[in-house]
């Protein structure tokens, strides 16, 4: 063999060496000897994802724009790729949860706080988020945790009477806690027969939930995988709407059904097989030709392939980019200062963002100043694709629709405001009588229809698919109930 073909022999070895992938621990290795016939498809998925392909010292190396870990430290097992032991066995003292599987502490729920090893930035921004917090946002919210009892209440007929058989908690966790994620409690232990004998495994009460405000053994709270889905932690499928479609649906928040319908969701059909989700950073033009819900609520995107402009750096607090909460409570309002919601009172000290005539809560919203600086910072992104008019014409339109919305839902709680004056309904529970539904659906259907109709641009959301067509319909329901038992004198919506 002549010197050039050796030195040919050697670069093709050297690349080769440069390409494979890291070695799996030990330890991690013996789990999957195991578990490829216990749980295949659980191997499977990891052995597709980037953690059984990159170490974290490989991805700490990465240049700023390209990284997708946030640590500055390396963790101990930096030099192998991330396994089954590196998540499952981390801060043991910490997991009530964990037990002794076959030599090794393992515990069952990987929790925010695991992941904080290798992100912990995106842990801190998560943790502080709405999202996080979702659990007791209905827990500790008073009014919230009697929307939910009362409307998972059994109800049966005995004799000629229709009566409450009790708020279900299994409901509650099937519904509302699906989303918002259930606490994980230790309750002893069980036994589940496998190929190499009987295993005892710890006994948990509300699982199986990756809810985004999961309450989890080792105290934190929140569930990465509600997003990422466990085992292959793809950010191609936590770019993707039908992700977010998982809980944001009609009809409270119909954001999936309003972006399949919009011209970003056309684009998205017709050619999203070939864009290109997995790119760090996100190129718009290049990887992505319209935006999905990570383009505008979280991901790093850039413009520019040879000197990329960043148009909005990656967070993992999904409202951090948004000026107003059109997740009307009962009225849209500026964002929260913090993801712990059921902390803000408004002027007559109710758990409510806003007082029933609509005006802010006097403290812990963001002011006037941030909501411009988070205006602009949109109209960021949307400069990838278009000219400033089409963002300063979308925005303003969105404000006059977000106004008119919330004053539907003025005129509902005036006339539920006449139904407790004239003692035909109790505001004691505001969700367990007929106008009381009424006027429920007018802002947490209806109008929050309207609301994002308007920001993703889904017409038929805002006119006849729960839009302003149910606004009207509902608001006439209202006030016909009322002439019936004489508490009004006409409709109050008179046909011309």
Known sequence: MNRHACALLVVLIAGCMASAAPAVSDASQSCIECHAQVTPGVVAAWRQSRHSQ????????????????????????????????????????????????????????????????????EVTEYSGSKKANAHDTLAKNPLFDQMVKTMTTGRAVHGARLEATGASANAQNEACYSCHGTKIEVQGTRTVESPV??????????????????????GSQGACSACHTRHSFSIEMARKPATCGHCHLLPDVPAYEVYKESRHGNLYDSLGSHWKFDAVPWVLGRDIEAPTCATCHNSLVVAGETEPTVLAQRTHDFGSRLWVRIFGLPYSHPQPTHGRTWELRNAEGQPLPTSLDGKPAPAGLIGAAEQAKRQAGMSRVCSGCHSSSTPTGHFERFARTV?????????????????????????TNLFDEHIEHLWTEQWLDYANCVRLGSAMAGPDYLGFDYGWYHLNRNLQSMGEWLVQRKALAQPTIPVK
């Open 54 to 121: 990159v170490s974290p010292a490989e991805g700490m190396a990465k240049p700023k724009l390209e990284r997708r870990v946030s640590a500055t430290t390396a963790p101990a097992s930096a030099g192998t790729v991330v396994g089954c032991l590196e998540c499952h066995g981390l801060n043991n003292a910490d997991h009530a949860d964990k037990f002794e599987h076959f030599g090794y502490n393992i515990a069952v729920v990987v929790s925010p706080k695991d992941c904080a090893t290798c992100h912990p930035t």
């Open 197 to 218: 004998g009987d295993v005892t495994v710890p006994k948990l009460t509300n699982w199986p939930n990756s809810g985004v405000g999961r309450m989890n053994p080792d």
């Open 403 to 427: 106004a008119e919305a919330d004053g539907m839902v003025k005129a509902s709680t005036d006339l539920l405001k006449i139904a407790w004056q004239r003692k035909l309904a109790d505001p």
